[in-house]
């Protein structure tokens, strides 16, 4: 029987070349099932792109090789960037709550992006774009300083090993390139169920000269805003006894 390239089969993560920043991730295959390679086929050339592969359409950009987001979404309005999207149900909910900002979702892993796109789809949003590979890498290249509304990063890895907290996305270095690309007054939100996570989260963000947060006084955690919705993967933990901590922070300079 011959082989049967499916849409899936073409993406790709490019490998990190040496003395490049370390991935905050680790790509892996999964198997999609038929709705979601449908998905795929169907709705990627529209509104997807690749932040490292240009066979898979890569994202518009104005002369000066910055993000073109006026282009990629057909209108001027401000931007949200989620980090790490997961299966899409926050990034979804919210969006469709929030008609008058643009989300734009980074993923690394397929089955993440695929139902993402399902869900948009579905709900018939025009505000929400969806881009494969590594959100660190497009932020450095091709977003400028203070284009971002906010930054939205939803249970990050949280690579529990001491010799992988270099991989972690919340620490000094990627704090700071975050920090730039928010307007001043953006937010910064994170949320992880990892206590330890949470409390070298809160210190990192704490340190950062650039930002503030207002709940320092009363231990730096809020309680989940009511605008991010529990997902499912959240509410696993939840039963399990899982506790949740919210961070967020605004830039100031």
């Given at each position: 029987m011959a082989t049967v390239n499916l849409p899936s089969d073409a993406f790709r993560h490019v490998a990190a070349r040496p003395h490049e920043p370390l991935r905050t991730f680790h790509p892996r295959r999964s198997v999609l099932g038929h709705d979601r390679e449908d998905a795929l086929d169907r709705l990627w050339p529209r509104w997807g792109f690749s932040v490292h592969d240009e066979d898979r359409g890569t994202a518009p950009l104005t002369e000066a090789g910055t993000l073109d987001t006026e282009a990629l979404f057909g209108r001027r309005a401000p931007v949200v960037l989620e980090i790490g999207s997961g299966m899409g149900e926050t990034t979804a909910a919210m969006a469709a709550a929030d008609?008058?900002?643009?989300?734009?979702?980074?993923?690394?892993?397929l089955p993440g992006i695929a139902n993402l796109l399902?869900?948009?789809?579905?709900?018939?949003?025009?505000?929400?774009?969806?881009?494969?590979?590594?959100?660190?890498?497009?932020?450095?290249?091709?977003?400028?300083?203070?284009?971002?509304?906010?930054?939205?990063?939803?249970?990050?890895?949280p690579w529990p090993k001491a010799r992988h907290h270099k991989r972690r996305i919340i620490q000094p270095v990627h704090v700071a390139l975050l920090?730039?690309?928010?307007?001043?007054?953006?937010?910064?939100?994170?949320?992880t169920d990892w206590l330890e996570y949470a409390e070298s989260m809160r210190e990192t963000l704490e340190a950062d000269p650039g930002l503030?947060?207002?709940?320092?006084?009363?231990?730096?955690?809020?309680?989940?805003?009511?605008?991010?919705?529990?997902?499912?993967?959240?509410q696993r933990g939840l039963d399990l006894g899982h506790e949740v901590r919210d961070l967020v922070v605004h830039r100031v300079r």
């Open positions: 008609p008058g900002r643009d989300y734009l979702a980074v993923e690394a892993h399902l869900l948009v789809d579905r709900a018939g949003l025009t505000n929400v774009r969806v881009a494969h590979g590594d959100a660190l890498d497009l932020v450095r290249r091709h977003l400028p300083e203070g284009s971002l509304d906010a930054v939205h990063v939803f249970f990050p890895d920090r730039s690309r928010l307007r001043i007054g953006g937010a910064l939100h994170c949320a503030d947060n207002p709940a320092a006084p009363v231990g730096g955690f809020v309680a989940r805003p009511a605008h991010r919705p529990v997902t499912k993967f959240e």
